[in-house]
């Protein structure tokens, strides 16, 4: 059967999908899939793998994709990042029969991604993003999709997604925001890039951002003419936000837990994660509920402090707060599921002898990268915290250890590797070599020679209860052949020879 490609891959495999889930590290599992499918979603993507992990482990295989297949969850897109065509070839079509197409993310903007090289870090080198995707277009038998964002200049994306159609891409997801909006800088989503680009390809175009309410979902495709929109965190704070309704919190964390149960294993982290999402504005009200949530350690624990959080917003209810005013300026009350909207960068006041020019132009910056001597002031949060559970630890980048990178897969090599090499690249040699690492721990030849000497001991030990056996059977014929001899009649005496005579002389003579 040929390959669908364009809309026709768009009506027949994903159904004209018009409602679809962002793929999200660590939040797109399988029981939120399933979860947003029974209020919505038509099209879910997994979270993103990593296509050189996914070729090498196949644990990771098996905990990512291959244990987490369920007849509900179709249609399927499974997204992989990479670098590399021939790495991208070899992930994809390990997971080609498992899924509907292949999207490759050339979105991610985190700095994981920057120093893994992938993601959004890769829309510079268009050349190698071609040869990627006509790689896989050419040899998966399922089609090749794309996530992208766009640049700043309009006509620069226009080109960029048009590359990638001719390229071999049959569906592209654009998010209309550049590389550097992100965190505290992520701002609006543009949606004349996304409207620009789907006027100017002939497949199909998803677009992602600013989606908090079924009425964005609406007003975006109206807007920009695009086949269908995707949503990444409105949908993790409100998984029915594709139904039109903001239903109580309580209830889509209760049937996120039975979905969870029912289609185990789910890791208890992303369990976690999903809660604190859920219960992200009714946290900020109780602290101490927040504390306890960080802190369970089973599954049990976590659906007792999200019960324990029904039980106060139920009291709240009854004692009317529910009329009162929001807290925070929210739209519904706090044990409503809604949207998170992220606070804007706080403006610095400018004293006497600042100029205006100078406060905007320290409004557009990013914040200072850190001190070379890692004062508190400068320090992030998170680094903050870091400090205050260890005092002497030191931030300052120049005293940092320079990692080298190993010489097979460019993570960082062990210090005293004997391969130079990082610990599953080592690994793997030290196997195939029958080789030792003391630095990582491997003792293969260690092992090998003890075996072989506990197998000569063995083996030793064998020949000598074997002539132990033998000198037993040998002794024991010996001393069997003496009984018999000694219990045997006398020997006859020799015979007469009067007695030989007289019976010669009895017999007759010959006539």
Not at 47 to 73: K, W
Not at 294 to 303: D, R, S
Not at 400 to 410: A, L, T
Request: charged share 30%; aromatic share 6%; proline share 6%.
């Amino acid at each position: 059967m040929a390959k669908l490609q364009g809309f026709e891959f768009w009506r027949k495999t994903l159904k004209e999908a018009r409602f679809v889930v962002a793929p999200m590290v660590d939040q797109s599992e399988l029981a939120w899939r399933l979860l947003s499918r029974r209020h919505g979603a038509q099209l879910c993507y997994t979270p993103m793998l990593h296509a050189q992990v996914f070729v090498r482990d196949a644990n990771y295989r098996r905990e990512n994709l291959y244990n987490e297949l369920c007849e509900e969850d179709r249609p399927l897109i499974t997204q992989f990042c990479a670098n590399d065509p021939e790495v991208f070839l070899q992930a994809a079509l390990l997971a080609q029969d498992h899924c509907d197409a292949i999207d490759l993310n050339l979105g991610c903007p985190q700095m994981i991604a920057k120093r893994g090289h992938y993601g959004v870090f890769l829309q510079d080198e268009w050349e190698l993003l071609e040869k990627m995707v006509r790689l896989a277009n050419e040899k998966l038998s399922v089609p090749i999709t794309c996530k992208i964002r766009v640049f700043t200049e309009i006509e620069k994306t226009v080109r960029y997604a048009q590359m990638l159609e001719k390229a071999g891409c049959q569906l592209l997801t654009v998010h209309g925001r550049t590389k550097d909006q992100k965190g505290a800088m992520t701002g609006i989503a543009n949606w004349e890039h996304i409207r620009a680009v789907r006027k100017a390809v002939n497949i199909p175009v998803f677009a992602n951002g600013n989606i908090q309410h079924l009425s964005d979902v609406e007003r975006c495709i109206q807007e920009t003419g695009v086949q269908g929109v995707m949503s990444a965190e409105g949908n993790l704070h409100n998984p029915a936000l594709f139904e039109g309704c903001s239903p109580p919190v309580w209830e889509m964390a209760e049937e996120y837990l039975e979905v969870v149960q029912r289609h185990p294993p789910c890791t208890l982290s992303y369990v976690r994660a999903h809660l604190f999402k859920l219960w992200h504005h009714t946290l900020q009200i109780h602290q101490d509920l927040r504390e306890e949530l960080a802190k369970v350690k089973t599954l049990e624990g976590l659906a007792g402090v999200s019960k324990q959080l029904r039980l106060r917003c139920q009291e709240e209810i009854a004692k009317g707060r529910d009329v009162e005013e929001k807290e925070g300026g929210l739209p519904f009350p706090h044990w409503i599921c809604q949207p998170y909207v992220r606070p804007e960068p706080k403006e610095p006041v400018a004293n006497g002898n600042s100029h205006g020019s100078e406060v905007k132009k320290t409004v557009c910056q990013k914040r200072a990268l850190e001190d070379s001597d890692g004062s508190a002031d400068t320090l992030s949060k998170n680094k903050q915290k870091k400090r205050s559970r260890n005092p002497h630890k030191n931030f300052c980048p120049e005293q940092k250890p320079k990692y080298v990178k190993c010489e097979q897969c460019g993570n960082p090599k062990g210090n005293k590797c004997v391969f130079n090499l990082c610990r599953g690249c080592c690994k793997k040699k030290a196997y195939k070599e029958v080789a030792d690492c003391p630095s990582h721990g491997l003792r293969f030849k260690t092992k090998a020679e003890k075996q072989k000497a506990d197998e000569d001991e063995r083996r030793q030990d064998g020949r000598k209860e074997d002539e132990t056996k033998e000198d037993e059977r040998k002794e024991g014929l010996a001393t069997e052949t003496e009984r018999s001899s000694s219990s045997s009649s006398p020997p006859l005496p020799p015979p007469d020879p009067n007695t030989e005579l007289q019976v010669q002389s009895k017999t007759p003579l010959p006539l």
